[in-house]
Structure formats: structure tokens, C-alpha cells
């Protein structure tokens, strides 16, 4: 089975930095999109950024400037590197990644990590 492990969450202060990481791990063929989701405390989950297997991101428009997202293809990792950070990015963030199994796979499922802990306070 494929397994998605994030980490790098923590405490930081406001302008501070912290980078997220995300493992894929399992029977993996191919992976296409990944990227990083974020559920604040009584807000519904958002993308944050996004990145695909030609390297094309996007970011939603709260962290254009401060965040970045990159993947090592041959590790099957996604970062966000997430600088000059503000209270209001205090949440718990997710990685998804967009897998193929197996060659004969019609389609590519997605998969979820367990969320890493990001608080930003003084």
C-alpha cells in the first residue's frame, strides 16, 4: 500500500520559517500532482500550493511571496518552504500526491498524509 508521512511542523515566531516535508512510500508507479492542503481552527481545509510532475506550481494567493513548493522526484518528496510566516498561517497542513500503482493503472488515486502542526505566535 502507499503511505504519505509529513513532517516538519512546529512553534515558530511570527517571521519566522519552517519546512514542511512529505514522504511517499509504497508501491508506486508514478506520481503526478502533489501538494499541500491546510485546515485552520473553524475553516474549511484549503490548497495552499500545488506542484506537478513538470514542475508548474501554484499557491494560493495568501502565500505567493512567502511559501515555495519543490519535489524530488527520485525520493518522492514534496517540501514547502514557508518563510516570513503571520498567525493567521497557524493550522494543521496536509501533502497529497496524485499516484499511479502500477504501469497497467488507467488512473491516478490520491492519497493523504496524517497533517503536521503548524502554529505561528509570540
Known amino acids: 500500500q502507499v503511505q504519505l508521512v509529513d513532517s516538519g511542523g512546529g512553534l515558530v515566531q511570527p517571521g519566522g520559517s519552517l519546512r514542511l516535508s512529505c514522504v511517499a512510500s509504497g508501491s508506486i508507479f508514478s506520481i503526478y500532482g502533489m501538494g499541500w492542503y491546510r485546515r485552520a481552527p473553524g475553516k474549511q481545509r484549503e490548497l495552499v500550493a500545488a506542484i506537478n510532475k513538470g514542475d508548474s506550481t501554484n499557491y494560493t494567493d495568501s502565500v505567493k511571496g512567502r511559501f515555495t513548493i519543490s519535489r524530488d522526484n527520485a525520493k518522492n518528496t514534496v517540501y514547502l518552504q514557508m518563510n516570513s510566516l503571520k498567525p493567521e498561517d497557524t493550522a494543521v497542513y496536509y501533502c497529497?500526491?496524485?499516484?499511479?500503482?502500477?504501469?497497467?493503472?488507467?488512473?491516478?488515486?490520491?492519497?493523504w498524509g496524517q497533517g503536521t502542526q503548524v502554529t505561528v505566535s509570540s
Open positions: 497529497n500526491a496524485d499516484i499511479k500503482l502500477y504501469a497497467w493503472s488507467t488512473r491516478y488515486q490520491t492519497y
